[in-house]
C-alpha cells in the first residue's frame, strides 16, 4: 500500500556522475486504484503537478505502454520529505515509484535492469536512480550494461546537508558545465575521485577534504549558488571532513564526525545567512535499504 523511496545525494565532488548514496530521508507514495488519476501532496513539493503530469503517473503511464500493459488509474497520495530541485534526488524518488508502482499493480516481476531501462527515459544519468532503487553507496557506471558496484558507507560519517531556500534545476545545473574538458582536469577528478572511495574503505578521514575536490561540474555550478565559497569554508573551519555540492545542487553537503555535525551545519547556515540566503539543515546518515514496500498494495479505496 505504501512505498518508501529514499532521498540521495550524488557526485561527491570529484565523482561526478559516478557516486550516489541513498539517505534516511524518504519520500513515500501510497496508491488506492480509482476509476481516474488524482494526486494528493503533503509536506515538500506542494506545487509539483497534480494531474497526469506528475511525474509518478507520468512513468507509470510510460511503464504500461512500453509493456503493453492497459493502464489501471490510482489516487496517488504523496507525503513528501525531500525538499525538491535542492540536489537530494526528488525527482529519482517520483521516477522510481513510478515503477515500483507500475510492477506492484500489473503482478509483474521486473529487472533491476528492466527498471533501470525505463528510468533512464527520464533521467539518463544512474547516480540518483541506483541508490534509489538498491541502498547503499553505489559506485555507478552508465552506458548500456548495468554495472555497479555498492559498497558500505563508513557508519561513523554524518552527512550535513544545508538546503538554500531556492530551487535549482538538474536541467540549468547541467547545462553551465563544460561539454569537453582539458586532460589534466580529467586526470584530477581521476585521483581524487580514487582517492575517496580509498579514504572511506581505509578510514583515513583526513584525506577527504583532498578528494572531494572537482574541476567537472562544481567550478561552474557554484557561480548559480550564491555563498557557496563561504559555506565552504564555514563546513571546514567548524570541523568537516570534506564539503562539496549534493547532487547538482544548490544544497551544500558537509561529511562530518557525528560529535561535530551540529556545529558544521549551523556554521554553514550562518555563512549562507551572512549572504542573504535562509536555509535549513538536515543531518542525515546513509540508508543501506533502497524503496521498499511498507505494506501490500491497497487495491481499493
Ligand atoms: N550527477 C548528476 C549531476 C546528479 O550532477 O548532474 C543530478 O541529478
Redesign the pocket.
Known amino acids: 500500500m505504501k512505498l518508501r523511496v529514499p532521498a540521495t545525494t550524488?557526485?561527491f565532488g570529484s565523482g561526478?556522475?559516478a557516486f550516489g548514496l541513498a539517505l534516511n530521508l524518504y519520500n513515500f507514495f501510497e496508491v488506492f486504484e480509482k476509476d481516474a488519476f488524482s494526486v494528493e501532496i503533503e509536506g515538500e513539493g506542494k506545487n509539483l503537478p497534480k494531474d497526469e503530469n506528475n511525474l509518478v503517473i507520468k512513468v507509470y503511464k510510460t511503464a504500461c505502454e512500453r509493456y503493453g500493459k492497459s493502464v489501471k488509474p490510482f489516487f496517488l497520495k504523496q507525503t513528501n520529505h525531500v525538499p525538491t530541485a535542492r540536489?537530494l534526488g526528488s525527482s529519482a524518488t517520483a521516477i522510481v515509484g513510478g515503477i515500483l508502482i507500475f510492477e506492484k499493480l500489473h503482478n509483474l516481476n521486473l529487472s533491476l535492469e528492466d527498471k533501470l531501462r525505463l528510468a533512464f527515459e527520464f533521467?539518463n544519468?544512474p547516480?540518483?536512480l541506483l541508490p534509489a532503487f538498491v541502498g547503499g553507496f553505489v559506485l555507478c557506471v552508465g552506458g548500456d550494461k548495468l554495472l555497479f558496484k555498492k559498497l558500505p558507507f563508513p557508519e561513523d560519517i554524518t552527512l550535513v546537508f544545508v538546503v538554500p531556500d531556492f530551487e535549482l534545476s538538474?536541467e540549468k545545473?547541467?547545462s553551465v558545465i563544460k561539454k569537453e574538458v582539458p586532460l589534466s582536469d580529467a586526470v584530477f577528478n581521476i585521483q581524487r575521485s580514487s582517492l575517496l572511495v580509498a579514504s572511506f574503505l581505509t578510514k583515513d578521514y583526513d584525506l577527504i577534504k583532498f578528494a572531494v575536490e572537482d574541476r567537472l561540474?562544481q567550478p561552474y555550478r557554484s557561480e548559480l549558488i550564491r555563498g557557496f565559497d563561504e559555506v565552504l569554508k564555514a563546513g571546514y573551519d567548524a570541523g568537516a571532513y570534506g564539503v562539496f555540492l549534493s547532487?547538482?545542487g544548490p544544497t551544500v553537503c558537509a561529511l562530518s564526525p557525528p560529535d561535530e555535525a551540529d556545529t558544521v551545519g549551523k556554521a554553514m547556515k550562518e555563512a549562507f545567512e551572512k549572504v542573504g540566503v535562509s536555509s535549513k539543515v538536515l543531518s542525515l546518515k546513509a540508508q543501506e535499504e533502497g524503496a521498499k514496500w511498507l505494506n501490500t498494495p491497497s487495491q481499493g479505496s
Open positions: 550524488t557526485n561526478f556522475d540536489g533521467e544519468h547516480d540518483n538538474t545545473a547541467r561540474h547532487g547538482a
